[in-house]
Every structure is written in structure tokens, then in C-alpha cells.
């Protein structure tokens, strides 16, 4: 009886260590007194790349949704067209590009995030539970067939990590699978003050990868979690003080845009030995820079005089995406070649931090 008793204890143990995986210590990430305070551009920013994005007539890009890099090229996914185009990654030249929007094999309805690992390409299709594989050349090799619905996702060795979209009461928000897409481990379970819902855009992308560590962060949530030998470990704690979302609040019942008297957690970073978080409050664009190594910090809206606003990030560098009209003034005064006739033409600028 006392045998039963300890297995059906360590059964228990183990379950709720699964489901919660909040019981490993976290680093908490002190953010406060941020109203009002500006950063000089220069002090967190070394060196400023800016690439334009020059396609043709014939192929026009309509609004970058998600980049991603091999040795040689960029990849870039087109949300207005559905297409993935092709450039080079020494000078932005443009390639190629494919568009097979269907229901047929290796056929996508409305991609959402687009990955490169090892020698392939990778597209995440959300309608249709697919993720569609490429070589290097764009050319379609297969399709994974996924069970769950899935916004964003990140290559692993063996298998994916996926941001699941389906909210019902059973289901988990992040799903591990093998490379043939079958599940392998689900980690943080659905509740009801569950805070993706229709403000999902509150963290479009879930997922930051430097080197081989994998990050991952629900939307509008301060806790930021590490991947790790197959496990969810949840890495550091954003503490904003009397302005943090409490767990309890569900956020679909409230107007974020009106009288909302919390930090709302957008992206982050991790680069070299910085933390890099972006987030509104009261109608603005606040950045935090800790430098997890020294403790120091800087936190408030930054003095630009290009617009820094990272989606992505390649290694040491973050990246960012405007238009030709929104630098062109900035590449006059740095004596820039790059020149383009189309002030819409699509810009890429590359920020490497000190």
C-alpha cells in the first residue's frame, strides 16, 4: 500500500512539473522607471547596414511577413502575395521568385513564417497544417503534415518546436514534434486567462534563436522561456513593477489602445551578452538593452534618426524593415549608393549592437 501510495506521489510530481514549468528558477529582468527616458542611437548601436530590396516589374514585393538566412542568400516571405522571393545576401540582388498558392502537394494557402536550417527551406502554412520543404533553390522536395494549427515555429536537430494557435481547453501553446511532424512532447497548457486570443499580434514572432539556444515567449507575456535537452525551462522574468500584465488578467477583455495601464511586451532578443526587449506603454515604443553579464541597463524610447524597430535577428545582428523613403534622406548624408526611383521600394537595415 505504501509502495502505491509513493509511485502514484512521483506520478503526480512529475505530471505538475511538466505542466508548470514556472517551478525553474528564472532570472528576474528588473524593468522600471522607463516614462519619459530616451536613448541616444548611438549608444547602443555600432554599425548601421542598409540593404534595398530592388525586384522588377514582374515581381513586385508587396509587405515583408518574415525573412530568414542561409551562407548565400535571403529569403523573404511576401504577406500581400503570398510569394517567397530570393536574394542574394552579399548585396541584395534580387533571384527568384515562387508563389503556388493551392490545396495540391507541396501547395500553401497563407504562409506565416519561413526558416532555413542546414540546406533547407522550411514554410509554415497555418490553414493547411503544413509545413512545405525546399532546397536552397526554392525547389520543392515535400510536405510535413502537422496535427495542430501553427502561427510561428523554429528548426531543431530532429524535429520542430510550433507556437500552437488553438486555444481550446485541452490543448498546449507549444508543441515539439519530430521531422515527420508527429508529436513528440506538449509543454504550458491552455487556461482559461489564456492572453493569445484575438491579440495575437501582440508578439508576432514567439521564437529568438542565437546560436544553438532557443528562446520562446507567449504574447504580451513577461516570461521568457529556454529550450533545453528537450525541455521547457522557463530563463527569465520581465518585471515592470506596478505596470506588469498580471497572470490573472485576461487581456481580450480590455482596449489596449484606451486608458491600458500596463507594459504590452512585443519582441525580444538575445544577442552577444544583451537582452533586448520592446514594448508599449501610453502610446509608445520603449526599449530595454541589459547587459546580462554586467547587470547595466538602458531603458526608454530611442532617438532615431533612421527607424530602429528589429524584427528579426541573424546571428549578431538585428534586423530591421522599412521603405526607400523613409532613409533615403539618411543615405544622402552618409554618401550611400544605394539609390532606388521607387520610394516604396522594400529596405532591410542590419543593427549591430556594441
Known amino acids: 500500500m505504501k509502495k502505491s501510495i509513493l509511485i502514484l506521489c512521483l506520478i503526480s510530481f512529475i505530471s505538475c512539473k511538466k505542466d508548470n514549468q514556472e517551478v525553474n528558477s528564472a532570472l528576474n529582468i528588473v524593468i522600471e522607471n522607463f516614462k519619459n527616458q530616451k536613448i541616444t542611437f548611438s549608444d547602443i548601436v555600432t554599425d548601421i547596414r542598409i540593404m534595398l530590396l530592388n525586384t522588377d516589374e514582374n515581381n513586385l514585393l508587396g509587405n515583408i511577413k518574415d525573412i530568414c538566412f542561409s551562407s548565400h542568400y535571403i529569403y523573404v516571405l511576401d504577406d500581400l502575395t503570398a510569394s ?105 497548457p491552455c487556461t482559461e486567462f489564456n492572453n493569445s486570443g484575438i491579440y495575437n499580434w501582440g508578439r508576432p514572432k514567439n521564437f529568438s534563436k542565437y546560436n544553438q539556444d532557443v528562446f520562446f515567449s507567449e504574447p504580451f507575456s513577461s516570461k521568457i522561456y529556454l529550450w533545453k535537452n528537450k525541455h521547457l525551462l522557463m530563463n527569465y522574468q520581465l518585471d515592470f513593477k506596478e505596470y506588469t500584465i498580471s497572470d490573472k488578467l485576461n487581456i481580450n477583455n480590455h482596449n489596449i489602445f484606451e486608458d491600458f495601464a500596463y507594459t504590452i511586451c512585443t519582441n525580444f532578443y538575445l544577442i552577444k551578452e544583451w537582452l533586448v526587449v ?77
Open 84 to 188: 517567397v522571393f530570393m536574394f542574394r545576401i552579399e548585396d541584395g540582388s534580387f533571384l527568384k521568385r515562387i508563389c503556388t498558392k493551392g490545396n495540391g502537394p507541396n501547395e500553401y494557402i497563407s504562409p506565416t513564417a519561413i526558416r532555413h536550417n542546414s540546406m533547407f527551406v522550411y514554410l509554415l502554412d497555418l490553414p493547411t497544417k503544413r509545413i512545405i520543404v525546399y532546397n536552397e533553390e526554392l525547389e520543392a522536395i515535400k510536405t510535413i503534415q502537422l496535427s495542430v494549427s501553427a502561427s510561428d515555429f523554429v528548426c531543431m536537430d530532429k524535429g520542430f518546436l510550433l507556437y500552437n494557435m488553438d486555444d481550446s481547453p485541452e490543448s498546449y501553446k507549444l508543441i515539439y514534434t519530430d521531422s515527420m511532424g508527429s508529436v513528440v512532447d506538449k509543454f504550458i
Open 278 to 354: 520592446s514594448f508599449l506603454y501610453d502610446n509608445n515604443r520603449y526599449y530595454s538593452f541589459t547587459n546580462l553579464l554586467s547587470n547595466d541597463q538602458k531603458v526608454g524610447v530611442i532617438e532615431e534618426h533612421i527607424p530602429f524597430f528589429p524584427q528579426w535577428q541573424n546571428e549578431n545582428t538585428l534586423i530591421g524593415y522599412c521603405h526607400y523613403e523613409d532613409i533615403k534622406d539618411f543615405l544622402v548624408t552618409q554618401k550611400s549608393n544605394s539609390v532606388s526611383e521607387d520610394d516604396e521600394t522594400p529596405c532591410l537595415i542590419f543593427f549591430t549592437l556594441h
